[in-house]
């Protein structure tokens, strides 16, 4: 369960969609709590949130299809102790989902 705390300049979270009003989430909360994720809904996020065919929404960097024929290279810090077990492997399963050949 996603842990909310108040929303301030401090919390450094300034967008929370599906948040009660003056709250968000912790700071980092996906790197740090890895098990909060639901690795399965964010591709969908993605394609409701910006609008299909074409994207209709400004917030949007790009349509994710373009993902498709992407390569991605992902790496786990062996030092830096802000990555917790399983928050390399969220973004790994997410790029599984995006791209048209993960195994490659």
Not at 19 to 38: A, F, I, M, Q
Not at 87 to 94: D, F, G, H, I, S
Request: proline share 9%.
């Amino acid at each position: 369960m996603d842990q909310l705390v108040t929303q301030t300049p401090e919390s450094s979270v300034p967008r929370c969609d599906g948040c009660p009003t003056g709250e968000t989430l912790v700071y980092d909360h996906c790197k740090n709590h890895p098990e909060w994720v639901d690795v399965g809904m964010l591709p969908d996020y993605v394609r409701r949130s910006c609008g299909q065919n074409p994207i209709v929404l400004h917030e949007c960097i790009d349509d994710p299809t373009e993902l498709y024929d992407a390569r991605a290279f992902l790496f786990q810090p062996t030092h830096d102790r802000c990555y917790l077990d399983g928050a390399v492997a969220n973004v790994q399963a997410l790029y599984g989902q995006l791209v048209s050949e993960p195994d490659k």
